[in-house]
């Protein structure tokens, strides 16, 4: 009997379509020098990194949430830009939005969306500036065992034609900088900026896990899949111990007897206890920590903020107290999320009363000598690089007039308007993406990783084979420390770290 043949479907990275994809994506970023070292576009005084405007093609394919939705109500739900009806009209009238290629009028902006269906925009793209504290990145190379790469079915002349298979690129992420592309941030993001600095190609580095843009610290990326997939599957299995450091407004308990939270909603099932012992195989300090167990689920879908919930999901964190400074009455915590849910310990933080210093969407007080001094600066910066007179183009196939249309429906440029600049820019972007306030930048900074990889072996021995499971602990840091780190925290770190 003849056997039938199973077609494997192909991981959605090898499809045709998304390498396509890609390799337009890689192309275009090429052709607009994007990918650029931190360095870059960075102002040595002010720290601020803020690239030249340029023209960009956009395409989007329509996702199955958007399906039999009108166009105006996917756009303005879903991109900032379209909030205004003033600059829809003229993105139309000036031939600038298509689907499926063709360009749209007015009365299609109520025409639903269907499955498969592709809209583009053509748009003077302007990119808010981030904060790049020094001049390069710091990226540590770190090498897996070789036991893993064997357990992992790699051979010797495979690893020797990719150098980067089992090769993890641990980066240090200033706040403020996006982890990848999305949004309005492209070239101000981390995996492009590392790529420049290695010397890598564009989209090449796969970041292995997510990190809050206003959060600092580690980040682990691979530049091949096998690796990427072997910490993604070990960070979502909680095989991994992590280690963030907060400053926390108001004195931090330390002992059970001081255990006074201040709990605000007396309506939810807030559940936390003292434990005696050692906080973490990373920080092994036998001075007592707070564990907070409870479910956290969203309040807000569009913001994306969590809260403190009976429903949602689970969630634990551990906290202990490292130093409390009186002079300014924060307290520097050293924080374990057990589990990994988004916001985890802000949320945990802001309902024990003691929120994140500068985390104003929960509740945390922004630092006075900061206050509306980088929104300024941001906006002086996007102003003095959108005066520049070349202005790379996403295709050569783009007519004079079409560029000169595609600058003067800018939101950012329109000065026509009657508008100052300084007003166009602020009312074209978020006061976070400005750099307003605390917005951009929290007192949370993720400071350690570390994966426990299983390996399995087989001993033979008096023709009987036996199967041996061994773990490998292997730690991911860069070793830098945030700028508010310091006093007598310092010190009680450094005896572990």
């Known amino acids: 009997m003849e056997t039938q043949k199973v077609r494997k479907r192909r991981s959605a990275n090898q499809r045709k379509s998304k390498l396509t994809r890609k390799a337009t994506e890689i192309e275009t970023i090429k052709r607009l020098g994007l990918c650029k070292p931190a360095s870059c576009y960075r102002d040595p005084v002010s720290c601020l990194r803020c690239p030249p405007p340029c023209i960009r093609k956009i395409e989007t394919n329509v996702k199955g949430k958007w399906v039999g939705k009108p166009l105006i109500e996917v756009l303005k739900e879903e991109f900032y830009c379209f909030q205004k009806d003033d600059y829809n009209r003229k993105i139309v009238s000036n031939g600038l939005l298509c689907i499926n290629g063709v360009p749209i009028d007015e009365s299609s902006f109520t025409c639903k969306l269907q499955n498969m269906d592709v809209f583009s925009r053509i748009l003077h793209w302007h990119e808010p500036p981030v904060i790049v504290p020094r001049p390069a990145l710091i990226i540590r190379k770190v090498v897996l065992p070789i036991d893993l790469l064997t357990y992992l079915n790699v051979d010797g002349d495979c690893r020797e034609c990719n150098r980067d298979i089992g090769v993890v690129y641990v980066c240090e992420k200033p706040s403020s900088v996006p982890v990848h592309p999305a949004g309005p941030y492209l070239a101000n993001t981390l995996t492009l900026m590392a790529e420049a600095q290695l010397g890598l190609e564009p989209r090449s580095l796969l970041p292995c896990h997510r990190l809050d843009r206003v959060t600092s610290g580690t980040v ?34 330390s002992g059970n007897d001081h255990f006074l939270f201040k709990q605000k909603n007396k309506n939810i099932k807030f559940q936390w206890e003292w434990v005696s012992g050692k906080f973490s195989d990373i920080i092994p300090r036998e001075a007592g920590y707070v564990n907070v167990a409870t479910n956290i689920s969203t309040r807000d879908v569009s913001n994306g903020l969590r809260c403190v919930s009976d429903c949602g999901k689970e969630s634990i964190s551990k906290f202990q107290l490292l130093w409390y400074d009186q002079s300014t009455d924060l307290s520097v915590v050293a924080c374990i999320p057990v589990t990994g849910r988004s916001h985890q310990l802000r949320v945990h933080l802001q309902f024990l009363g003691f929120p994140i210093h500068n985390d104003l969407q929960y509740g945390g007080q922004p630092a006075e000598s900061t206050h509306g001094q980088m929104k300024e600066e941001a906006i002086n910066a996007m102003k003095s690089v959108s005066s520049f007179v070349e202005c790379p183009i996403n295709s050569s196939k783009m007519s004079k007039s079409l560029i000169q249309a595609v600058i003067d429906t800018c939101p950012c440029c329109d000065l026509k308007s009657g508008e100052s600049n300084e007003n166009l820019i602020e009312n074209a972007f978020s006061s976070s993406q400005l750099l307003m306030d605390g917005e951009y930048a929290i007192d949370l900074h993720a400071l350690k990783y570390r994966i426990k990889f299983k390996t399995k072996h087989i001993h033979e021995s008096s023709n009987i084979s036996v199967e041996h499971t061994s773990a490998v602990d292997v730690d991911f840091s860069t070793g830098v420390l945030p700028t508010w780190m310091t006093g007598y925290a310092l010190t009680c770190l450094a005896e572990y770290y």
């Open 220 to 253: 682990l990326c691979c530049s091949d899949h096998v690796t990427a997939k072997l910490l993604q599957s070990h960070i979502t299995s909680g095989s991994v111990s992590k280690l963030y450091l907060a400053r926390v407004n108001g004195k931090f308990p």
